[in-house]
């Protein structure tokens, strides 16, 4: 039961331009989003969240939008950078729980 | 602060033998959380443990099972292995005294059943 999905495997992009990465869910009771970063041969690493009650998030280059109606979340980062090249893990979880549900991921690459 | 130490890194075992990974949560962490990821799979839940007690399980087989010491430390171990327990297995730390969620995962066990 894949309730939080990442539909693209992968993005390239360019050094400098706006990387999008997409993720749906399926349980509307879902009330706090996650990204995580893996680097190879690393765990994954907390990057930006949201709670259920905004729409938007953000840090620095990067910038979380959630669509509540749609049960769709981004991450934007801008601009992208070579150093973001990683896989980006989106995820899912219920207020102060910690069974989290997470999509397959995005690979993202960013050439310079 | 030392972050969330998973021993060993790696391994290789065969079909039918058992294993044990160990986690060593950040200190003053109580929640060990644990997660299987394979590849086009991304990470799935096993089980939370808080407190020496598990709280949430994830849709595994009774072949995975866990436990906490008083010390937070975590075990988890897979009984009669099969080819497709080959996977990273991530461990995860939360103070669960804030809103965010935020886990801090392990470098992970990589285990391959031959």
């Known amino acids: 039961d894949q309730q939080v999905k990442q539909n693209s495997p992968s993005l390239s992009v360019q050094e400098g331009r706006i990387s999008i990465l997409n993720c749906d869910y399926t349980n509307s009771m879902f009330d706090y989003f996650l990204w995580y970063k893996k680097y190879p041969a690393e765990g994954p690493t907390f990057l930006i969240s949201?709670?259920?009650?905004?729409d938007k998030n953000e840090d620095g280059r990067f910038t979380v939008f959630l669509n509540k109606s749609a049960k769709h979340l981004s991450l934007h980062i801008v601009p992208s950078q070579p150093g973001d090249s990683a896989v980006y893990f989106c995820a899912a979880s219920f207020y102060n729980n910690n069974d989290m549900r997470f999509g397959a991921g995005t690979r993202l690459t960013v050439k310079p | 602060k030392a972050g969330v130490t998973q021993t060993p890194r790696y391994l290789i075992k065969t079909r039918g033998q058992q294993v044990t990974l160990s986690c060593s949560p950040i200190?003053?962490?109580?929640?060990v959380s644990w997660y299987q990821q394979t590849p086009g799979q991304g990470l799935q839940f096993l089980f939370e443990y808080f407190s020496e007690t598990q709280r949430n399980k994830g849709n595994f087989p009774g072949r995975f099972s866990g436990r906490q010491f008083s010390n937070s430390r975590s075990e988890m171990n897979v009984s009669t292995l099969e080819l497709g327990d080959s996977a990273l297995y991530l461990c995860?730390?939360?103070?669960?005294?804030?809103?965010?969620?935020?886990?801090?995962f392990g470098e992970g066990s990589r285990l391959t059943v031959l």
């Open positions: 200190s003053g962490h109580r929640s």
């Open positions: 995860a730390s939360s103070s669960r005294t804030g809103l965010t969620g935020e886990l801090f």
């Open positions: 949201i709670s259920s009650i905004k």
